[in-house]
Structures are given as structure tokens and as C-alpha cells.
């Protein structure tokens, strides 16, 4: 059984004023049965931490460094981010791949020193629409899997996010029946790289342009086990209804 997930990725949105938000989520589901993980940008994560002390809700990174520690200006360790109280960290989002050239080389050594620190890392994966159009897909996400995920993982340290990029932020959606092959497809080389044992408890989630009105509909395609959600995480209002039709799927 693999548990569900609710993850809402904030990119760079969000000010002291925002963790009402969490607040306010954390009220509408005390006890949500499914997991519930928040990324607000770094400078946010040591106070929403705090905040959900004592909450099931999860604090998240949305990116972290592949070393340790050193010259590195501007960027953030792994430790730091679990020192700062995030459990969790986003890698090979479509938006650092494109703006900060992430390769998949980039995004593993990334995955490696999250799971170094003890991070779930959920690692990002989706197909531009020209390589849609070009019937691509497959061989695209297989690719970014093969090059981007550690050799070693286990059940609970990595999650998968397949997020076509032209459906982030866009409100275009794939049909169910694309949803379902690219999910079914990453099953599959998961079972093929780690065995089947891990390969079937690493949770899958959908992402781009997902929303209350057409999150129950995903949700019901087979392999998906959540969703990263970037638009409608960024307020209570709109994430609940996210995380109840997960909570009912
Ligand atoms: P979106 O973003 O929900 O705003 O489409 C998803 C994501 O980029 O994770």
C-alpha cells in the first residue's frame, strides 16, 4: 500500500504573511488521511517548520546543493534544509532545469545528498510539448529516469513527480489516459532499477495545472499516488479541496 500525497510546491511566492496559509490548512485537516507536504521558498521553511511542530504536515526544500557545505554563494546544503526542518526536497523541477540548466548528472548528484541527509527527494520528470507532439514522451521520461534517480533508494526516500511542462501553470491538462501511460511507464522502470519490491512502494505523483475541479478525475488513474501541485497550493482555500478528493480517492 502505498501512502498518498498532497504536495504543493511554492516556488518563489510567499512572505511571512503566507504561513496563515499553512495555518489555515492545518486546521481544515487535524488529522488528514493522506500525507500533506507544504515547499515555501528557504527563506520560509525554518518558521513554517515551526509551525507545524507537533502536525503531520511535512515542510519541504524546493532545491537543494550536491555538496555539503563550501563556496557556493547563494545556494543551500541538504543539511540546512534538514536543519532548518524541512524533510523533504524537490529536484529537477522543470522551472531549475530550465532556468539554472540542471542536467539529470546535476539532479542525481542532487538526489545523493539528499538521501545522504536523510531528505525525501522527489524528483521531477516531464516531457516538453514539441516531444509530445513528437511522440517522445516515453523515451524522454525514460531517459530523465535513468539519469537523474540515485542507484540506491528505498520505499520511503524517493517520490517521483511527472510533470508535462506544458501543462504547469498553463491550465492544460493531459487526458487520463496519458496521465496513465507516463504512470504506468515509470512504475515499470522503477520495478526494472530497484526490484519489485521497491520499485512498487515509491509513490508517483501527477503535477501541472491541477486543481480542485479536476484533481478527483486524476486521482483515480492507475499510479498515481498524489500530486505536486504549484498554483492552487498557495492558499488554504484552494489546497484543501486538493487534499479531501486525495483523502477520498
Ligand atoms: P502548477 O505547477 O500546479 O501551477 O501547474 C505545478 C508544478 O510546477 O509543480
Not at 511507464?185 to 519490491?197: H, M, N, P, S, V
Amino acid at each position: 500500500m502505498r501512502r498518498k500525497l498532497a504536495a504543493g510546491n511554492w516556488k518563489m511566492n510567499g512572505t511571512g504573511a503566507s504561513l496563515a496559509e499553512i495555518e489555515t490548512l492545518m486546521k481544515s485537516h487535524p488529522a488528514p488521511g493522506v500525507d500533506v507536504l507544504i515547499c515555501p521558498p528557504a527563506t520560509l521553511i525554518g518558521r513554517a517548520a515551526a509551525l507545524a511542530e507537533g502536525h503531520v504536515l511535512a515542510i519541504g526544500g524546493q532545491d537543494c546543493h550536491a555538496e555539503a557545505s563550501g563556496a557556493h554563494t547563494g545556494d543551500i546544503s541538504a543539511a540546512m534544509l534538514k536543519d532548518a526542518g524541512a524533510t523533504h526536497v524537490i529536484l529537477g523541477h522543470s522551472e531549475r532545469r530550465a532556468d539554472h540548466d540542471e542536467s539529470d548528472g546535476d539532479v542525481r548528484a542532487k538526489c545523493r545528498a539528499a538521501l545522504a541527509e536523510g531528505l525525501v527527494a522527489v524528483v521531477c520528470v516531464g516531457e516538453t510539448l514539441d516531444e509530445r507532439e513528437a511522440a517522445n514522451t516515453l523515451d524522454i521520461i525514460g531517459g530523465q529516469l535513468a539519469g537523474s534517480l540515485p542507484d540506491i533508494a528505498s520505499a520511503h526516500d524517493l517520490v517521483i513527480a511527472y510533470e508535462p511542462i506544458w501543462a504547469i501553470g498553463t491550465g492544460k491538462v493531459p487526458t487520463t489516459a496519458q496521465i496513465g501511460e507516463v504512470h504506468d511507464f515509470i512504475r515499470t522502470k522503477l520495478e526494472q532499477r530497484y526490484g519489485a519490491g521497491v520499485g512498487r512502494s515509491v509513490r508517483i505523483l501527477y503535477g501541472g495545472s491541477v486543481k480542485g475541479s479536476n484533481a478527483a478525475e486524476i486521482f483515480a488513474v492507475s499510479n498515481v499516488d498524489g500530486a505536486l501541485v504549484g498554483g492552487a497550493s498557495l492558499t488554504a482555500g484552494d489546497f484543501s479541496p486538493i487534499v479531501s478528493a486525495l483523502e477520498e480517492a
